[in-house]
């Protein structure tokens, strides 16, 4: 079981970045996917995630109405799209795996999935 992000870079504030998250080992329609970010000295944040379904998401507070969380799943990929980028923005951003669902109350914590993938920088310059 594998996970890998991509696509991070460096964008000016206000840009738009896509990241993706390509995942063998398993059909990721079976698991809940999530995304999460560190910045350096901070602890790790849980920024979206997708159920299975791919009908159910959630945001981080700091992210909604910027970021979009999407998954096609005859590619087995997961992408997170994010708009109107800011410098707080700036992180590594990981995507996770859990074959459990998640609600709005624990989909932020990373101790509740159980596959890592390794992460990629993102760079918003002001």
């Known amino acids: 079981v594998q996970l890998q992000a991509s696509g991070g870079g460096l964008v000016q504030a206000g840009g738009s970045l896509r990241v993706s998250c390509a995942v063998s080992?398993?059909?990721?329609?079976?698991?809940?996917i999530g995304w999460f970010r560190q910045a350096p000295g901070k602890e790790r944040e849980g920024v979206a995630c997708?159920?299975?379904?791919?009908?159910?998401?959630y945001y981080a507070d700091s992210v909604q109405g910027r970021f979009t969380v999407s998954r096609d799943n005859a590619k087995n990929t997961v992408y997170l799209q994010m708009n109107s980028l800011k410098p707080e923005d700036t992180a590594v951003y990981y995507c996770?795996?859990?074959?459990?669902?998640?609600?709005?109350?624990?989909?932020?914590?990373?101790?509740?999935?159980?596959?890592w993938g390794k992460g990629t920088q993102v760079t918003v310059s002001s």
């Open positions: 996770a795996a859990d074959r459990r669902p998640k609600r709005y109350s624990n989909y932020d914590d990373p101790s509740l999935y159980h596959y």
């Open positions: 080992g398993f059909t990721s329609d079976y698991y809940t």
């Open positions: 997708i159920q299975n379904s791919g009908s159910v998401t």
